[in-house]
């Protein structure tokens, strides 16, 4: 059975940093694209920020600059830093895989979601 944990929620200050980890754990076989969306409250998840297994990444407008993901592929983990937060960037963080497993079809998969609330 393959899960997703998300870990680095949290409350911070406006213009305050947090980092976010995400790992996948199970019978994996490789971890094709993984990514961080979130969803504020009333309001659609979104992405935020996608990586490849190759290490292309895609950020959405409203983070560039701020946040930086990353993956560490021995780990089966990708990272969120998000530095000068703002209030804007509340709301609950998924992360997402796309996970090859090593008995069964590929799929996406999904954490649970960890809170980040930025005060202002």
């Known amino acids: 059975q393959v899960q997703l944990v998300e870990s680095g929620g949290g409350l911070v200050q406006t213009g305050g940093s947090l980092r976010l980890s995400c790992a996948a754990s199970?019978?994996?076989?490789?971890?094709?694209?993984m990514g961080w969306y979130r969803q504020a409250l009333g309001k659609q998840r979104e992405l935020v920020a996608d990586?490849?297994?190759?290490?292309?990444?895609n950020y959405a407008d409203s983070v560039k600059d701020r946040f930086t993901i990353s993956r560490d592929n021995t780990k089966n983990t990708v990272y969120l830093q998000m530095n000068s937060l703002k209030p804007e960037d509340t709301g609950v963080y998924y992360c997402?895989?796309?996970?090859?497993?090593?008995?069964?079809?590929?799929?996406?998969?999904w954490g649970k979601g960890t809170l980040v609330t930025v005060s202002s």
């Open positions: 997402n895989a796309n996970i090859v497993r090593l008995f069964g079809p590929t799929e996406d998969y």
């Open positions: 199970g019978i994996i076989s490789r971890i094709n694209a």
């Open positions: 990586i490849t297994r190759g290490g292309s990444i």
